[in-house]
């Protein structure tokens, strides 16, 4: 799998690709591809990294696991193409922001849209849980943590917050509310203003803000 990652991140997560973990990893992946209907389509599994180079990085977005219904999950957290319902997370984001947003634009302008963990069988939420997804994308972060500098966590519910242990705050800036989904918005989502925090936050540092 490792020749689907851009070679930015390649560089950086080159070590895990020689772990046993990752090994099982692929062998999982490999076998729930050929044996039952995984999202998102496998060459849509390393998209947040593909659109959004480790250099270019300057917030990051943490999702749980992809959607797991025809035609939503392309390997971007929170993402379903045009076309497709938005999903009430989505909708919830969009009413927050004021508009429906374009994640293909906060991708390549650079908002790391990740997942934790990057495949689900059809119908089945969390089912990829467990099997090593997340030892990779939290080797992502602390990558990014580690080795770039003022850069925007944004993490929606106590799931993502829990990565935030992973991350250097005297270097970035960790932005923490309720989740989107309807169960958590009203509960400190709507109004916690991220993508202005955001913004003022970059520009704060002399970066280009996110078109939001």
């Not at 922001?97 to 963990?117: C, E, F, R």
């Not at 969390?126 to 099997?131: A, D, M, R, V, Y």
């Amino acid at each position: 799998m490792r020749d689907k990652i851009n070679q930015s991140w390649c560089e950086v997560l080159k070590g895990e690709f020689e772990k046993s973990y990752f090994q099982s990893l692929v062998a999982f992946v490999d076998n729930a591809y050929s044996s039952t209907v995984v999202y998102p389509e496998r060459e849509k599994v390393f998209e947040a990294f593909n659109r959004t180079p480790f250099d270019k990085v300057k917030a990051v977005i943490i999702g749980q696991d992809p959607y797991h219904e025809p035609g939503q999950a392309q390997g971007l957290s929170f993402y379903v193409p045009e076309g497709v319902k938005p999903p009430p997370s989505l909708r919830n984001i969009a009413q927050e922001l004021g508009k429906m947003p374009d994640l293909l634009s906060w991708a390549d302008q650079g908002v790391l849209l990740l997942n934790t963990t990057l495949t689900v069988q059809a119908h089945k939420p969390l089912s990829h849980q467990g099997k090593g997804w997340e030892i990779f994308t939290d080797a992502a972060i602390k990558a990014l943590s580690e080795k770039r500098g003022n850069i925007v966590f944004i993490l929606w519910g106590s799931y993502a917050q829990k990565k935030g242990a992973l991350i250097d705050d005297s270097k970035h800036f960790i932005i923490k509310s309720a989740h989107p989904s309807p169960l958590s918005a009203y509960r400190g989502f709507f109004g916690s203003k991220p993508f202005s925090r955001t913004n003022d936050f970059l520009v704060s540092k002399n970066i280009a803000p996110i078109q939001w």
